[in-house]
């Protein structure tokens, strides 16, 4: 009885012997699973090409890094914490898995070196890992039962939810790891019956188990330990099939998805993938308009969404009732995809994807502010798939009217203002200005070592304007010999590339290109974070990009730039870290050093700030769009800066600027709050004998007065 309570495969089951029944069913079970991931494979066959396998080192290092070290997930806490003992005991748990099975085909199998210390020890680990394991599964159904955080529910507009499906799976897993835990435990006190003894960790299930069945006849013992290796086994086979069914495929997929991940922040995808730009007027139809127009890889994303919901809730367009969730940018394409590739039968006929599973609005209402993908611990992609959308729609003429006009004037001339190109430099000519700072303009005959790129609306915004004077005083009390292009610039088409005209993009960027080659300079700053991502990303064969916080920054550690106490130390300021500056490109602390240089400043932090900043509302053509939502943007972040006990808030993007001040009045906070850029305030405390710009001056005077009243 001893021999027969140590291999499955000679047992017997309804007059089958072990050994039959267990090839059967693994055969069966894999031939299963190799069909089931064929099916859904398919779809990806026949979707775009995209280059993943470039970089396979630092692939690796990511792999490691967010896959295997599960980096993401302690952002959320509890959750984070649950599935990162849930994920290490998995993988502990697979090697034991795999050796089971082969147990019940070969009666002597066991693992090289699992009789020596190394076996015994990780076998303990083994037992105690199930027993976490285990234990995190049912904190993880009572949590989905009992204590649902709102990011798992699932609003009507977007179906029911998947409540059930979560709930059996963690059931399925809890079955498999208590009867191998009960496999283990029937033959251990059978063994000591016998006056053998085989070690089970103490405290462990299987240890608990063992103890509980210790008076347990031999051949209930016998009965028992069969019965669990049977159960084991179905169950294994069962989940290994059921999961690709719904949320817990990522648990195959999240491997290569990860490895595949986009590698390049603040990039944009090309049109098609090994098309190049001379030969894009032979691509037929520009975008995705079908599920089949999605790349592989974006499709390799929808399988990989375990549903967690963390994207939706830190996404700006959903917090303020937009309709856009990107959470259910990927379900509903997931479902999509299962359901017009089915297990058997005939693919369906493939409905439009706008239309039929998203909504124009939808896919507009999106700032590409990466809040979405920064939080994804499985690092699914969505700003590249929203572009892709809203070049089929471009591509189709279907632009909401607004933008039309826009479009029309970047077109016509250069800006979406539809202003003169003659015009463009009018900010530098202001009288007060000009008789302290004298900025160059780079028309051939004068040169400079450095561009400022100053871009649309601090050109033609009054309001913005006064960035561009507080950048080019700043430049110019630090030495910096600098110029604009002035009415050679254009727009640099950041946010016309992200609207999906990328062949507008394409003109404005050479055009670009070209004024900055004829300008002969040797580097490049600007205070617009969309134009810098533009210059960084999108542009090639330009010198060098830096913002001007980057520079301040730089300037203030070498001492070359002094700044002043600031005049009412009363005030409290918070920094909001623009999207294209922050999530995008990483410069997190330039802008927060340069204030915490300012005598006397006292700064605090948002409960959303660096990368979990809230977007602004959106910049470039977004100041062109009314989406349909309950709440503006901007006046949620203004709140965020009240409730963190700040009345100014500073930023570093024009298009920021606009939002803010825009939002403190619509949220009745004027006289309560102020904002002001960086630059501005930098040029305003700034050691230096040139008159700071009136328009700063009056808005921090008019928070002194605020404060002191
Ligand atoms: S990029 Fe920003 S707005 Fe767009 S879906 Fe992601 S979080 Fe939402
Ligand atoms: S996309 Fe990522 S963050 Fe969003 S629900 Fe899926 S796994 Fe979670």
Redesign the pocket.
């Known amino acids: 009885m001893v021999e027969a309570l140590q291999s499955p495969a000679q047992a017997t089951y309804w007059l089958i012997s072990g050994q039959t029944l267990f090839v059967t069913l693994n055969l069966l079970g894999l031939a299963c699973f190799a069909y089931i991931v064929t099916k859904r494979l398919t779809p990806l066959m026949r979707g775009e090409r995209d280059i993943r396998f470039d970089r396979p080192f630092i692939r690796l290092e990511r792999f490691l890094q967010f896959w295997l070290g599960q980096w993401k997930h302690p952002r959320y806490r509890v959750a984070g914490t649950i599935h990162i003992f849930i994920f290490a005991g998995f993988i502990l748990l697979a090697t034991r898995a795999f050796s089971l099975l082969i147990l019940g085909m070969s009666e002597n199998f066991a693992l090289p070196g699992s009789s020596v210390g190394i076996g015994h020890v990780y076998e303990i680990i083994a037992d105690y890992a199930a027993t976490i394991v285990f234990l995190c599964m049912i904190a993880a159904a009572a949590r989905r039962i009992n204590f649902r955080p709102a990011r798992y529910e699932v609003p009507a507009k977007y179906g029911t939810g998947h409540k059930i499906d979560a709930i059996f799976l963690l059931s399925l897993i809890a079955i498999l790891l208590f009867s191998e835990s009960l496999f283990e435990a029937s033959k251990a006190a059978s063994l000591a019956q016998q006056g053998h003894t085989e070690f089970l960790a103490t405290f462990s299930m299987a240890w608990v188990l063992q103890s509980a069945l210790s008076s347990e006849s031999l051949s209930t013992l016998w009965n028992l330990h069969r019965g669990a290796y049977l159960l084991d086994v179905l169950t294994f086979y069962f989940l290994l099939c059921y999961r690709p069914f719904g949320i817990q495929f990522h648990v195959e997929t999240s491997l290569f998805n990860v490895y595949f991940a986009k590698l390049d922040r603040g990039t944009v995808k090309p049109v098609r993938w090994g098309v190049t730009e001379e030969h894009l007027d032979q691509v037929k139809s520009f975008g995705v308009k079908a599920f089949e127009d999605f790349t592989w890889k974006h499709m390799l994303d929808f399988y990989s969404c375990a549903d967690c919901g963390r ?2 809730d ?5 917090a303020v009732g ?1 309709p ?3 959470r259910f ?1 990927t379900i509903k394409a997931r479902d999509y995809s299962f359901q017009h590739y089915p297990m058997f039968g005939a693919r369906g006929n493939g409905t439009a994807l706008i239309g039929g599973i998203y909504s124009e609005d939808e896919v507009w ?11 994804c611990p499985l690092l699914i992609e ?2 590249d798939k ?1 572009v892709d959308l809203r070049r089929g729609l471009v591509d189709d003429g279907n632009v909401p009217k607004s933008i039309q006009k826009a479009l029309k004037a970047l077109e016509g001339r250069g800006n979406p203002y539809g202003k003169m190109e003659k015009k463009r430099a009018d900010w530098a000519r202001a009288e007060d200005f000009l008789a302290t700072c004298d900025v160059k303009v780079l028309n051939g005959k004068k040169t400079a070592g450095t561009l400022y790129f100053v871009d649309s609306i601090t050109s033609y915004d009054d309001r913005i304007q006064a960035i561009g004077r507080a950048t080019a005083r700043i430049l110019d009390n630090v030495g910096n010999d600098f110029g604009i292009l002035g009415a050679a610039e254009k727009d640099s088409g950041h946010e016309v590339r992200r609207f999906g005209e990328e062949t507008l993009f394409m003109a404005l960027r050479d055009n670009n290109v070209d004024a900055i080659k004829a300008s002969n300079v040797q580097r490049i700053v600007t205070a617009d974070p969309h134009a810098y991502n533009a210059l960084k990303h999108d542009y090639k064969d330009v010198p060098p990009v830096e913002h001007i916080s980057q520079v301040i920054a730089r300037e203030v550690k070498t001492g070359n730039l002094k700044l002043n106490p600031v005049e009412n130390q009363d005030n409290v300021y918070a920094y909001h870290d623009p ?1 294209y500056l922050g999530r995008h490109n990483q410069v997190y602390d330039d802008p927060r050093e340069v204030l915490d240089a300012i005598p006397g400043l006292r700064r605090v932090e948002m409960s959303r700030c660096r990368d979990r900043s809230f ?1 602004c509302g ?1 910049g470039g053509l977004m100041l062109f769009y009314e989406p349909k939502e309950e709440q503006r943007m901007g006046v949620k972040r203004v709140q965020m800066a009240a409730e963190a006990g700040a009345n100014v808030i500073v930023t570093a993007c024009p298009f920021c600027m606009v939002n803010m001040e825009d939002a403190i009045k619509v949220a009745g906070m004027e006289g309560k709050m102020t904002a002001i850029d960086l630059a501005e305030l930098v040029a305003q405390q700034m050691v230096s004998n040139s008159p700071t710009d009136e328009s700063s001056a009056d808005r921090l005077a008019e928070a002194d007065r605020l404060v002191t009243a």
């Open positions: 994207c939706s830190n996404c700006p367009a959903n937009r856009l969730s990107p940018l209402s999106c700032t590409t502010c990466g809040a979405c993908e920064e939080e969505y700003i929203i999207c977007c959106g």
